[in-house]
Each structure stands twice: as C-alpha cells, then as structure tokens.
C-alpha cells in the first residue's frame, strides 16, 4: 500500500502571503488555509459562542404564597364621629387610605386585651397568649358598634345636612379616600360628637390565621 512522502525536501506556497516556505514547517488554519508557523492565526472565539440557554426560572418543589387574607386595620383614637341626619344616625370612621370598597363588610372591635381563661387551654403558660378584644366604649348614646356581624359600609364622609365628600378621588396616591360612614341603629343624642377611644381597629368579621 501506497504512502505520503514526508516532504522534508519540498516546498510550499501559503495561502495567505503567496510566499514560498518549507512544505514541514505549513500548518492548516481551522478555515482550511495551509499557511507559514509565522503567519498561522487562530481562529476568534466569537466565531464559535458557546449555546446560553434561558434562565431557569421554575422552582423545583415550590410552596406557592396562600392567597391575602383580610386583617385588621389599627385606627387613629377616637376615630368614629356620630352624626345625625334626617332623624338617622350615621357614624363617620376616619381610617386613613382604607381603600375599602362600597358595600364591603367591616367589623369593628375595641383595644386588645389579655384575658385569663379563652382558647388556649387552662394550662398556666398559654394563659399569657389569650387575647380578646374590648368593647367600644358608647360616646353620644352610640352603643351598637361592638355588632359582631359587621356593618355595611359606604364611601366618604357624611354630615348633619346629608352631605357626602370624599366619596371618590382622582388621584389616590396623592388623595386617597380617608372616611367611609355606617347606619347605626343606636339613637345619637348630640351628633357631630368624636369618641371611640383608642387602639380601635376595623377589620373583617372573621379573623383567620395569616400565613397559617
């Protein structure tokens, strides 16, 4: 069988220079050029790029959050104000940026407090964990804001005359609706009277455990 001569004696032209060079000293470039040691250049990295794959963005095992729950919402002291109107009582609740909607259900309750016995069981180390909340204290012969089922409410804030203001906004990052009124079946004595007391809270009727 027939074999290359190792042309140790010979002599070849470059591809690139057209320049006459030993035949022992010509290498072949990665394009297929048969070039001199001196002249041979290797090929650009960028040519070849490496494959970049997306980025990973499913969770192996993932435990998806529970979706929001209601909570309550701490209010300034004294934050209701009774008003009279049309021989109604009606109650004005400050709660700043609530952004509660019309119709919605809103329970109120008073300070938290802790009690002796609840719960948590008899056991004396869980008795300091038991919590309730107070009543409302009644200011202007308004009684009825303890109602356990809630009220529905409606936007803004109501005053002796029927008028309603700040029932809607443009602009609720710069003005956001701070009141929201109720219809109270107590009989208010005075009207246009502020009482509550303090650590009030609006909420849901219902508290259910956050991230339970």
Same mark, same amino acid.
């Given at each position: 069988?027939?074999?290359? *001569? ?5 002599? *070849? ?7 006459v ?11 297929g050029?048969?070039?001199?040691t !001196? ?10 790029p ?13 435990r998806?959050?529970?979706? $929001?729950?209601?909570?309550? &919402? ?9 008003? &009279?109107?049309?021989?109604t009582t009606y ?33 004396p ?8 909340? *107070? ?16 009220f ?15 029932a ?15 219809? !109270? ?15 009030? $809270? ?11």
């Open positions: 069988m027939g074999k290359y *001569a190792s042309g140790k004696h010979a002599l *070849a032209i470059s591809d690139r220079s057209g320049m060079y030993p035949y022992t000293e010509m290498v072949r470039e990665w394009n050029s048969l070039v001199h !001196s002249e041979f250049e290797a090929k650009q990295p960028q040519l070849s490496k494959p970049v794959g997306s980025d990973s963005q499913a969770l192996y095992n993932p998806p959050q529970p979706a $929001s729950k209601t909570s309550l &919402i701490l209010l300034e002291n004294n934050p209701f104000e009774s008003i &009279i109107y049309s021989g109650v004005n609740i400050y709660s700043e940026d609530h952004q509660r909607a019309a119709g919605s259900i809103v329970r109120f309750r008073g300070a938290p407090q802790v009690t002796g016995a609840g719960p948590g069981g008899s056991d180390a869980d008795l300091k964990n038991l919590q309730s909340f *107070a009543n409302i204290p009644t200011f202007d012969n308004v009684s009825d804001l303890n109602n356990p089922n809630g529905t409410i409606a936007l803004g804030k109501i005053d002796s005359a029927g008028n309603i203001t700040g809607t906004t443009s602009d609720p990052l710069t003005n956001p609706i701070n009141y929201f009124y109720i219809t !109270s079946t107590s009989n208010a004595t005075s009207g246009n009277i502020e009482g509550g007391g303090t650590n009030c $809270s609006a909420g849901p009727v219902t508290l259910e455990v956050i991230n339970g």
